[in-house]
């Protein structure tokens, strides 16, 4: 019953693994809305399935998998991205994270600690391979304290409107646009406009860098 809710596409180049991890999360109660060799066929996929986690390998034959968490986590109801690799190398790491990932696990990683990992990031959890997390967490304070001086040379910090920070807190939190909506009793089209207001002063360019932005202020906590 853990799996019940849950609805993952998995994105892996090499079958073996691809139909493994598809079978484990199946058997655990989960449902797999679709399969991906590729990044071309992850993204057809994920606007009609919905899914709400995406398990993606890092090295696809068309893109990256730091290209395809970022698109995935611009869509419009956005999975939540666990990147599951052969690598545990700090600049992929590094780079998955920058791009959207909320969790990394490495392949060598037992079919308890995934399904454990897909239940926790689901849920919004960050998750890392044992060992990950203290460089995740000593990249995030190195951004943010390069935010905090260059908000220290610039006076003229752009001013958001209340819901404008009520919106970005939510979106910090991992809901999705409709969600939000439901939330604040405002159209999805609402949330959609005070999302684009926000970038615009902001002067940044996706939700991603969004998210980044409202963590670097503690509007997740």
Do not use: C, F
Request: no cysteine; glycine share 8%.
């Amino acid at each position: 019953m853990d799996g019940e809710n849950i609805r993952v596409l998995v994105v892996d180049d090499h079958p073996m693994w691809l139909d493994a991890v598809a079978r484990d999360l199946g058997e655990a109660g989960m449902t797999v809305v679709g399969t991906a060799g590729d990044g071309a066929k992850a993204m057809r996929i994920a606007p009609a399935a919905r899914p709400t986690l995406a398990v993606v390998d890092l090295h696809l034959p068309d893109t990256t998998g730091v290209e395809l968490t970022a698109a995935l986590v611009a869509l419009p109801e956005p999975p939540r991205v666990l990147v599951l690799s052969a690598s545990g190398e700090s600049e992929d790491v590094l780079a998955a994270v920058k791009a959207g990932a909320t969790g990394y696990l490495v392949k060598s990683a037992g079919r308890e600690e995934l399904l454990d990992a897909v239940r926790r990031v689901d849920a919004g959890d960050a998750v890392y391979t044992p060992g990950l997390a203290g460089l995740v967490l000593g990249e995030y304070r190195r951004l943010s304290s390069e935010h905090d001086r260059s908000r220290e040379e610039d006076d003229g910090t752009p001013r958001l409107t209340p819901r404008e920070t009520e919106v970005l807190r939510l979106v910090a939190k991992g809901l999705a646009y409709k969600q939000i909506a439901r939330r604040l009793t405002i159209s999805h089209r609402t949330v959609q406009n005070h999302v684009q207001n926000t970038l615009t002063k902001l002067q940044l360019h996706n939700r991603v860098e969004l998210v980044r932005y409202a963590i670097d202020q503690g509007l997740d906590d």
